[in-house]
């Protein structure tokens, strides 16, 4: 049996890498792709969508754009990171369609409807789609939401916060407080699991290729910022958890989302102890068996040579 998902993403390196995942998953079945301002600004990260589905001719896979600016925030993009197009390093031609006349928003109702909400959401950006889905379709609730974002205890935007959280705290607040079924796979579990040199030497053919130069950009920032010589492929690891929900550890506790102070801005406060006595209403992400997720992820890219 697969899993019925839908990815709402921001490509972005490990965006582009988590969408090469699930295509190749034979246990998912990709009902399309959403995208938002994130990585980079949502024209961007749409051309980028589209770019990698071209690249592997997989035109039939819908594509939706969505939000361009966070719910109250403005926008931030993560050139840094990802550099000025969202997807620096490969050669990629521009995008050979437009996306979907559909908005993000209606496409995700329309599809969760369809399915009669049996549809697990992957979302890898921010939550902006998300919480307008939410606030616009509350008919239209997927049955479970497995997303890439926030950390019990790291940040990578400021101490506090992981980007895809903090870019638009008050849509993850929304979201965390929707009662779906959520996991959340966090920083603490992504920067577990590096992307080695000797993981990109046994990728094979163009697929191999094209993730090589991905890495070889994205890898410069984990260089100079961390000083690792491998990258964690965030995005990655939620859709793997979807197909192989063994990989990731989770815990159920209670999650909130800082959206009151600057210093913590976006901040994922998990009552880890149960200090707080909070309910629980996410499965946290606390350990991952590393070596499993990039075997996984080298042998499932390997699939398109
Ligand atoms: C997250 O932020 C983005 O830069 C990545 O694509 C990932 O979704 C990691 O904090
Ligand atoms: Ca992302």
């Not at 995942?21 to 399309?32: H, I, M």
């Not at 890439?148 to 940040?155: H, I, L, S, Y």
Request: glycine share 8%.
């Amino acid at each position: 049996m697969t899993t019925p998902i839908l990815l709402d993403c921001d490509p972005g390196h490990d965006d582009a890498i988590a969408l090469l995942l699930a295509l190749a998953s034979p246990e998912l079945e990709l009902l399309g792709v959403t995208t938002v301002a994130g990585n980079q600004t949502l024209d961007k990260t749409t051309a980028n969508a589209i770019r990698v589905l071209d690249f592997i001719g997989r035109n039939d896979v819908a594509v939706a754009a969505g939000a361009d600016r966070p719910l109250l925030r403005d926008v931030y993009v993560a050139a840094h990171v990802h550099g000025e197009s969202g997807l620096d390093g490969p050669d990629l031609p521009p995008p050979q369609r437009a996306p979907s006349s559909e908005h993000a928003v209606e496409f995700l109702a329309r599809t969760i409807r369809e399915r009669a909400g049996a549809v697990t959401l992957v979302p890898t950006g921010p939550l902006t789609n998300v919480a307008l889905l939410l606030a616009l379709h509350p008919d239209a609730r997927p049955e479970r939401i497995v997303l890439m974002g926030g950390a019990v205890a790291e940040g990578n935007v400021t101490p506090a916060a992981e980007f895809n959280i903090w870019c638009d705290p008050e849509a993850a607040a929304r979201v965390f407080a929707s009662g779906i079924d959520i996991t959340m796979i966090g920083l603490d579990v992504t920067h577990k699991a590096l992307f080695m040199p000797e993981h990109e030497a046994r990728l094979e053919g163009k697929v191999g290729e094209l993730v090589r130069s991905l890495l070889s950009f994205y890898g410069n920032f984990h260089k100079q910022q961390y000083g690792w010589d491998g990258s964690p492929i965030h995005d990655a690891v939620a859709v793997a958890h979807v197909s192989h929900p063994d990989l990731v550890e989770t815990k159920n506790r209670g999650v909130k989302i800082d959206t009151e102070s600057e210093l913590s801005r976006g901040r994922t406060l998990v009552d880890l102890w149960g200090r707080a006595q909070w309910e629980p209403n996410c499965h946290v992400g606390v350990d991952i068996d590393a070596d499993a997720f990039l075997d996984l992820l080298v042998e499932r890219l390997n699939t398109f040579a």
